[in-house]
């Protein structure tokens, strides 16, 4: 894994290997930096993290929410994964969406943009936020609390950098968004590996990655310019999320 930094047109630079932090320093670096640089103030930093599926998002929020919980103290971070807001299956097969999970009409984007704007704006109550759970197949509600105390909320999904109606009122909220990449090779693995271990055969698998998560994955490389700064996860291992 190697971070590069993206300028405001959204061309990387990259900074030789030997002169640069390793990806997980720079990148739990460049989080407390929104809790403590300049303009941080005392609000609640909200940070997103972008990019295809089965790139590292995950992961890597993961990783910082741990990191930053253990220089600043329990529950200064939290989770807000896009994820909790899949539309149930029953609502997938009303809409007759099922092939197409996973693409940006089967989220319930207005829900996730109104628990962001609350998150941005409640620092006096617990909230909670839903995930996905991949052994049912479905979203569970209120897996993650987000505390009073919490100042920096994680939160991840493919189209934060939409700029379509409504990700890009919830993407007005953000201190900073950062694109997570890895290599197509390693993404389609990855791919295949969640879904033949949610039950289905490898054929099965390979066509939902071709005929759905490709193109989903195509869609979202087309907002990569919008994001502020560009984290490639090509040697994360995908994140293990359990019942």
Same mark, same amino acid.
């Given at each position: 894994?190697?971070?590069?930094?993206?300028?405001a047109a959204g061309t990387p630079t990259t900074v030789?290997?030997?002169?640069?932090?390793?990806?997980?320093?720079?990148?739990?670096?460049?989080?407390?930096?929104?809790?403590?640089?300049?303009?941080?103030?005392?609000?609640?930093?909200?940070?997103?993290?972008?990019?295809?599926?089965?790139?590292?998002?995950?992961?890597?929020?993961?990783?910082?929410?741990?990191?930053?919980?253990?220089?600043?103290?329990?529950?200064?971070?939290?989770?807000?994964?896009?994820?909790?807001?899949?539309?149930?299956?029953?609502?997938?097969?009303?809409?007759?969406? &099922? @092939?197409?999970?996973?693409?940006? !009409? $089967?989220?319930? %984007?207005?829900?996730?943009?109104?628990?962001?704007?609350? #998150?941005? +704006?409640?620092?006096?109550?617990?909230?909670?936020?839903?995930?996905?759970?991949?052994?049912?197949?479905?979203?569970?509600?209120?897996?993650?609390?987000?505390?009073?105390?919490?100042?920096?909320?994680?939160?991840?999904?493919?189209?934060?950098?939409?700029?379509?109606?409504?990700?890009?009122?919830?993407?007005?909220?953000?201190?900073?968004?950062?694109?997570?990449?890895?290599?197509?090779?390693?993404?389609?693995?990855?791919l295949l590996a969640r879904h033949t271990a949610?039950?289905?055969?490898?054929?099965?698998?390979?066509?939902?990655?071709?005929?759905?998560? &490709? @193109?989903?994955?195509?869609?979202? !490389? $087309?907002?990569? %310019?919008?994001?502020?700064?560009?984290?490639?996860?090509? #040697?994360? +291992?995908?994140?293990?999320?359990?019942?």
């Amino acid at each position: 894994m190697h971070v590069e930094g993206t300028s405001a047109a959204g061309t990387p630079t990259t900074v030789p290997a030997d002169e640069r932090p390793s990806a997980p320093v720079a990148a739990v670096e460049r989080a407390l930096g929104l809790l403590h640089g300049p303009g941080s103030g005392t609000g609640r930093v909200l940070l997103g993290l972008a990019g295809p599926p089965a790139a590292g998002k995950s992961t890597l929020a993961r990783l910082l929410i741990d990191a930053v919980n253990r220089h600043e103290g329990p529950d200064t971070a939290a989770y807000l994964p896009l994820d909790g807001f899949h539309l149930s299956n029953a609502q997938l097969d009303r809409l007759e969406l &099922r @092939p197409r999970k996973g693409a940006p !009409e $089967t989220f319930d %984007a207005f829900g996730y943009l109104a628990l962001v704007q609350r #998150v941005a +704006a409640d620092r006096f109550h617990d909230i909670y936020a839903p995930d996905f759970d991949r052994t049912l197949d479905e979203p569970v509600a209120a897996r993650h609390l987000i505390r009073p105390c919490t100042r920096l909320v994680v939160t991840e999904g493919n189209y934060l950098a939409s700029p379509a109606t409504p990700w890009a009122d919830a993407r007005a909220l953000l201190r900073e968004l950062w694109y997570v990449d890895a290599d197509h090779a390693a993404r389609d693995a990855r791919l295949l590996a969640r879904h033949t271990a949610g039950g289905e055969d490898h054929s099965t698998a390979r066509r939902r990655v071709d005929t759905n998560d &490709r @193109p989903n994955a195509a869609h979202v !490389e $087309t907002t990569r %310019a919008a994001c502020d700064w560009v984290v490639r996860a090509d #040697v994360f +291992a995908p994140a293990r999320r359990t019942a």
